[in-house]
């Protein structure tokens, strides 16, 4: 009897044993399915838009990119790829449209030009292409090196009338993604003159640029990915990006100013 007892007790012991370590796996492997459920769940946050203030009742407006120039004294930069990055900034505006930038590139070996140095040149690329307005720059500084800078200046020239006339929400700004700051800017009055020049100098030790950086990706990058919003700064090729993003909003701030200074003022009831 009793080493019957024994061998029972035994039995009931190791039962036990196994039970208890059957369910510790049961707990650590839910333990581990839920961490690893949480950070794999991405909440989809839409970047901040920006909004084109011309009026497209009749359509959106055409765009051309020109290459821009390189000024900033390094042939490490590749100034089509810049272009490239513009064109997409450009597409990224509600409003507009932008033909590619090989297309461009065509017109202008069609025309037997390099790279249009005076108005008259613009004009005439402008009325090859078709397009309402054209924009013309060039790379002001590049350094790949972390922290990165990028520096550009552009101008843009408009043809025709479609982008004389604000659109009809212009004057409301709650119909406005991003609002100018500049509205004191005059408007120029000289066909000849471009519509609108920015010049943006983008270095990522700058504490400004950082948070424009990082407004910029959210929305655009994984916040579950290592880096998160700095594989923008990590990234030359991202980093030029934003910086085109933000040197077209920029342009556009001066778009919206100018309309603006030119809308007819709303007269109130008395």
Known sequence: MTSAQTMLETTRAILARATGRRLALIALAAL??????????????????TVAPYDTTAGEILWAVVPPRNESGTLAVDPLRIGDKLVAAVQEVHGLSCLPLNRTIEAMRALDMSLPT???EIHRLAEALGVD???VGS??????????????????????DAMKHPSPDLAST????????????PRSQFTHMPAGVVSEHM???????????????????????????????????????????????RLLDREHARLLASAPEERTPD
């Open 32 to 49: 581990l399915t839920g961490c690893r459920s949480g950070p794999q769940e991405l909440t989809l946050v839409p970047p901040r838009v």
């Open 118 to 120: 005076t108005t008259a």
């Open 133 to 135: 307005g054209i924009l």
């Open 139 to 160: 790379i002001t500084a590049y350094d790949p090196y972390d922290p990165p800078v990028l520096g550009l200046s552009l101008a843009l020239y408009s043809r025709g």
């Open 174 to 185: 709650r119909t406005l993604t991003h609002q100018p700051v500049e509205l004191s800017l």
């Open 203 to 249: 270095d990522a030790r700058n504490h400004d640029i950082l948070r424009a950086v990082q407004t910029y990706a959210h929305g655009r990058d994984d916040p579950r990915l290592a880096f998160g919003w700095r594989r923008y700064t990590a990234s030359m090729d991202l980093y030029t990006q934003f910086g085109a993003a933000r040197a077209v909003e």
